[in-house]
Nanobody, 123 residues
């Protein structure tokens, strides 16, 4: 499985950006998907996750209310809509496919990862 993330870029604080991640084949149709991010000199951290059917989403506390995860199973694509962006949201954002059908926060429950897309928020 290959995951292709896109949509990153430079945005001013308070702005919005939407990331997309498409899987190369339908292996993820019954799997949850997630978004993580990694800032320079920091650990990769959980951002949000969505269950296999889109019925459940969970978020990290520091993005809840500003970020929204959604998916289009027919297109094998997961999205991360980001609004009210802050400089501390600057990071490389990764999408991933979970081993499980339910949304999850733990990095080690994801077994396929995209290459990452850079998001930079200027103050």
């Amino acid at each position: 499985v290959q995951l292709q993330a896109s949509g990153g870029g430079l945005v001013q604080a308070g702005g919005s950006l939407t990331l997309s991640c498409t899987a190369s084949r339908r292996t993820n149709s019954n799997n949850a998907m997630g978004w993580f991010r990694q800032a320079p000199r920091k650990e990769r951290e959980f951002v949000g996750s969505i269950s296999w059917n889109g019925g459940t989403t969970i978020y990290a506390d520091n993005v809840r209310g500003r970020f929204t995860v959604s998916r289009d199973r027919a297109k094998n694509t997961v999205y991360l809509q980001m609004s009210s962006l802050k400089p501390e949201d600057t990071a490389v954002y990764y999408c991933a496919v979970s081993r499980f059908s339910y949304a999850g926060r733990e990095l080690n429950t994801y077994n396929y990862w995209g290459q990452g897309t850079q998001v930079t928020v200027s103050s």
